[in-house]
């Protein structure tokens, strides 16, 4: 099935509106017809090229929430007019320890992306959600609370999940002091979420302007992580720390700011290493730096039911299509809060 597209057909060029063909409906099998897709950072290197793994042409786009507009024959879940989500990952092995125990983000054959990776029907690229519509295999499919605002719920099958999920691991709970580091499209959602769990947040942020907006979005502290008398003042504060910043960067001042037995984890990966860190605090205090990729699909649903309970979107700027390439500009120089979605019903093809 023929259907229209925002395609990248090589690094140098912008994307451009082009018919793309979706694999047939299998089983198992669910047709979404597509009205928001987050721009999540990712899609900008991929159209790009800049992690040299793009398979052109290419359809960026795994923040995706939609309506059912057809199912397979074994499809049990979901039926048409459900309002759904799909996120970064579209299939993977289902047989290996991590897919058995419900964390198909760590499958030991690698999971299949929902854009860029290889469809196991038709050997080709998966097609993402910068399109009119897509098909999924039901288990990779969610469920969308009906109450919330579905354009500020796309960014949540991404970003929200991607810091959702080391916040459960981890077992964050009520009361705990919790550190984010950097307001951006994850951050802000660490921010909202970790408050929603009861957590007293401190934003780190390099820009003293942000400071207003992480309070009203549920921060009790901010620190401006370049003032060293503010970074004093936060040492063995913390019991934990979701760092949110894709750029390389030096961790010691912020494991300085946790307590014994205190853990970082990141969840920005930086074109270049990070510094290695100083040993001594680590051993001294028993801290932990520790990594986090996405989420499960299990955790995926337990984040969207926890937002529809707490009624937590994501702050967004609605765009049509054809602004792809301007938003990609704006969000280079960070000029976005805190995320762009594409309105698929705006959108001219």
Known sequence: MKINALVAHDAAKPLSSSAITLRPLQQQDVKIEILYCGVCHSDLHMARNEWAVS??????????????????????????????GVGVMVDS???????????????E????????????????STWG??????????????????????????????????VWSPLRHFGVK?????????????????VKLASAMGAEVTLFTTSPAKGEDALRLGAKRVVVS???QQMASAQTSLDFIVDCVSAPHDLDPYLATLKTNGRLVLVGIPEQPHQSPNVTPLVNR????????????QETQE???????????????????????TAFARMLKGDVKYRFVIDMQATHW
């Open 55 to 84: 398979r052109y042409p290419l359809v960026p786009g795994h923040e995706i929430v939609g309506r059912v507009v057809e199912t397979g024959a074994d499809v049990m879940n979901f039926k048409p007019g459900d309002v759904v």
């Open 174 to 190: 009520a009361g705990d002091k919790v550190g984010v580091v950097g307001l951006g499209g994850l951050g802000h959602m660490a």
């Open 303 to 325: 984040m969207l039911d926890f937002c529809g309970e707490h009624n937590i979107t994501a702050d967004i700027e609605l765009i049509a299509g054809e602004e792809i390439e």
């Open 129 to 162: 959600g910068y399109a009119q519509n897509v098909v999924v295999d039901q288990h990779f499919v969610v469920s969308v609370p009906q109450a919330l605002p579905l354009a500020g719920v796309a960014p949540l099958l991404c970003a929200g999940v991607t």
């Open 109 to 124: 054959s690698g999971f299949v992306a929902t854009y860029n990776g290889i469809d196991k029907y038709t050997g080709d």
């Open 93 to 107: 092995c289902r047989q290996c320890h991590f897919c058995q125990q419900k964390e198909e983000q760590y499958c």
């Open 286 to 297: 028993r801290l932990s730096i520790s990594g986090s990729s996405i989420g499960s699909i």
């Open 226 to 228: 370049r003032d060293a």
